[in-house]
């Protein structure tokens, strides 16, 4: 007869452990995905070509990963491409993820969450541009 009573408590403390460790996960692939995105973007000689180095990147990254997105960004910031040979140039990547969640299905517990994270690259101050 207890155990009836203590069954949907422990439903929910199961639930609300799943969603944590999935959004910790998520968490950790979007921080990986945004370095990736940077440093790919770093390597790119234009600034067009940043952005479809850190796009594809990050993509990569979240897909090898299993880190559904019902959307991704990738915001650039490629003022570091244009700095003066002999100095060092940074190139900035913001990733966000609207991690998708509603298949956990626990009441209150958000069917999506958004993680955003960002990252920094050097650019090779001496590489030709």
Do not use: Y
């Amino acid at each position: 007869m207890s155990f009836v009573i203590i069954a949907p408590a422990i439903v929910l403390v199961i639930g609300f452990l799943i969603f944590a460790g999935r959004v910790s996960v998520a968490g950790n692939v979007v921080e990986s995905s945004a370095a990736a995105a940077a440093r790919d973007a770093s390597l790119a000689r234009t600034e067009a070509g940043a952005r479809a180095n850190a796009s594809e990147a990050a993509l990569r990254v979240m897909t090898q990963q299993g880190v559904n997105c019902s959307s991704l960004n990738v915001d650039i910031d490629t003022s570091g491409l244009r700095v003066p040979l002999g100095e060092v140039g940074t190139v900035k990547a913001t990733v966000t993820c609207q991690a998708n969640l509603s298949d956990i299905g626990i009441p209150g517990i958000p069917g999506t969450k958004t993680l955003t994270s960002t990252a920094s690259s050097p650019v090779d101050a001496f590489r030709q541009r």
